[in-house]
């Protein structure tokens, strides 16, 4: 079965300006998490779906992030406008069950913001 | 809340030679469940061990093991038989099992780096 997927790996791109990052969960997977890595510092949890319905978005830093889930595939996260501190690692992980341990992660989209 | 501490930004070790990598947490939460996750240069996070925090035996999975001190509230993994391939960085991840959050929270992680 193919893995979770994320798109761009890397992104580059100026303060102020937006992005947008794409992730594919596996398929049959309802449950779809965002987390963020700054460098140095924990894997910090953003936002989980369930299907297309956000479970929590506890984790969002602010409303420069907005993530979508569209019919309960793959997700978006749009950061706009993009400051220096947004940069880090985003990763992506899908679960089937929400109380699986499994959670199987995307390889993440390094986002540098200058 | 749930805290999850991995004191060791950095580790070295020697091929062949075993290595603990050092986690300990923080929750209020009766069952929870404790993860490692490596995760290689490529940048994939991948699951490596799993405890839950009623089970009687330290997890084992081929060459990692999980040294579970449930009074010590650690969660130290395990590597025996260190391979060049087991460079990485570690993040050490727990959640409840029951009630709670079930979202996972992880540490900073811990970089190992495997030498000949």
């Known amino acids: 079965e193919a893995g979770v997927t994320q798109f761009p790996s890397h992104s580059v791109i100026e303060k102020g300006q937006t992005v947008t990052l794409r992730c594919d969960p596996i398929?049959?997977?309802?449950?779809l998490y965002w987390y963020r890595r700054v460098m140095g510092k924990e894997i910090k949890f953003l936002l989980h779906f369930v299907k297309e319905s956000k479970q929590d978005e506890s984790g969002m830093p602010n409303n420069r992030f907005l993530a979508e889930r569209t019919g309960g595939t793959y997700s978006t996260l749009k950061v706009q406008p993009a400051e220096l501190e947004d940069s880090g690692v985003y990763f992506c992980a899908s679960s089937q069950d929400l109380r699986s341990y499994g959670y199987t992660f995307g390889s993440g989209t390094r986002l540098t913001v200058v | 809340a749930q805290k999850i501490t991995q004191t060791q930004p950095g580790m070295f070790v020697q091929e062949k030679e075993a290595v603990t990598l050092d986690c300990t947490y923080d929750t209020s939460d009766q069952s929870y469940g404790l993860f490692w996750y490596k995760q290689p240069s490529s940048g994939e996070m991948i699951f490596l061990i799993y405890q839950g925090s009623y089970d009687e035996q330290n997890a084992t999975e081929g060459r990692y093991s999980l040294n579970f001190q449930k009074a010590r509230k650690s969660a130290n993994l395990v590597i025996s038989a260190s391979q060049l391939g087991d460079s990485a960085m570690y993040f050490c991840a727990m959640r409840a099992t029951s009630g709670g959050s079930y979202i996972p929270t992880f540490g900073r992680g811990t970089s190992l780096i495997v030498h000949p």
């Open positions: 398929s049959g997977h309802d449950n």
